[in-house]
């Protein structure tokens, strides 16, 4: 491999890094819990960028457990352990912790500077034979030591997904996510102790996907939390205007096909609240195709029809929920939902509330009215 392949690699995983760095910041400002992730990755860009311009070095050959390799390791390592079980909260709340799960590391990291100082020059080892020849030299302690602490680190992120798995508190997606990221780091484990220039790429384009990943998934819960579309009562729309609009102005056109489907769905309940009402027949019946449809629904929010009819299958949900007509997940069915499955997806996507939540709050308020009037 080319020193102008890696370094173009390498410059690609540090712009990566950077742009993540810097969404998640101004994400973080109104969401703390991902100040910690926010740092991190702006740690992981800074560490990248030193590295640009010494990336032609990477195609050399350091030999066997290089110690900056293993100091690489442990930091690496150590701040991926951190997240995501260590903390939504920021570092500065949790000080005391944070510098007692460090102070190994940083112990390390001081000794090895103060002896390089003091002129300890590390040993090119080819061969584990050569470590065994000079296992009395101060550098071979301490890149085992370095090992060590790296190997400690690893076991804490291969623990990750089971801590997570008992948490209510973590997406679920992170556990897949911490199991892949364990992968990683044995891998780089095996490359830190046995170098190979080819791996440290493979390496780093798998870290940044990782990365990329966590971000996007970031977003998504974000993007979930975002307002919806309001449901807005309408009138009839005139043809001519939606004719005029054709021919005139492309938005208005879209906005006028919308207020004639919205109007159809305010006025045809019992269609819609049919588990077998789908985009086709909402397109036979406002005499709209299918494309048009999507065009207009995309226009006013909506990502597809079929989320804009479960948006209308929502509010009938909790309507009749708030009524008493709903009492349980498999009534979802009265309001348009193929099954109670469908029903709970879309009420947590849309409400951030579990539907047995819900059913469950409406439940215990209905007997507390009841108790109220009987006494």
């Known amino acids: ?35 910690a992730l926010t740092w991190i990755l702006g740690i992981f860009t800074a560490l990248m960028g030193i590295c640009l311009p010494f990336s032609d070095h990477i195609n050399g050959n350091p030999g066997i457990l290089h110690p900056l390799m293993l100091l690489t390791l442990t930091s690496i390592c150590f701040l991926q352990s951190l997240y995501p079980i260590s903390i939504p909260l920021p570092a500065y709340l949790q000080w005391g912790r944070m510098w007692k799960y460090a102070s190994p590391a940083i112990c390390l990291y001081t000794v090895y500077g103060i002896a390089m100082l003091l002129g300890l020059k590390p040993l090119h080892l080819n061969s584990f034979s050569d470590l065994a020849e000079n296992w009395y030299s101060i550098d071979i302690w301490l890149r085992l030591t370095a090992l060590g602490l790296g190997v400690y680190y690893v076991q804490n992120i291969l623990r990750l997904p089971s801590r997570i798995a008992h948490s209510t508190e973590l997406p679920t997606y992170l556990k897949g996510y911490c199991s892949a990221l364990g992968i990683s780091v044995l891998f780089y484990l095996y490359t830190a102790i046995s170098y190979n220039p080819i791996y440290i790429v493979i390496y780093l384009i798998g870290f940044s996907l990782l990365n990329l990943y966590l971000c996007f998934r970031t977003f998504e819960t974000m993007a979930m939390e975002l307002p919806k579309p309001v449901i807005a009562k309408v009138k009839e729309p005139k043809p001519e205007a939606l004719e005029q609009a054709e021919n005139e102005d492309y938005n208005e056109a879209n906005r006028q096909r919308f207020q004639r489907i919205e109007y159809w769905m305010q006025t045809h309940r019992e269609e819609w609240t049919k588990s077998t009402f789908n985009r086709d027949a909402l397109c036979e019946q406002v005499g709209i195709n299918r494309h048009l449809v999507l065009q207009c629904v995309r226009s006013q929010g909506y990502n597809s029809t079929h989320d804009y009819l479960n948006t209308y299958r929502f509010e009938e949900l909790k309507r009749l929920i708030q009524r008493g007509k709903v009492k349980s997940a498999t009534e979802a069915v009265d309001a348009g939902f193929g099954t109670p499955k469908t029903a709970r997806s879309v009420f947590m996507n849309l409400s951030g509330q579990p539907l047995d939540e819900y059913l469950a709050l409406y439940k215990e308020t209905s007997a507390t009215n009841n108790t109220k009037t009987s006494e």
């Open 1 to 35: 491999m080319t020193d102008q392949t890696i370094l173009l690699i390498l410059a690609c995983c540090t712009t990566a890094h950077f742009v993540m760095t810097c969404a998640l910041a101004v994400y973080a400002r109104h969401r703390v819990q991902y100040l």
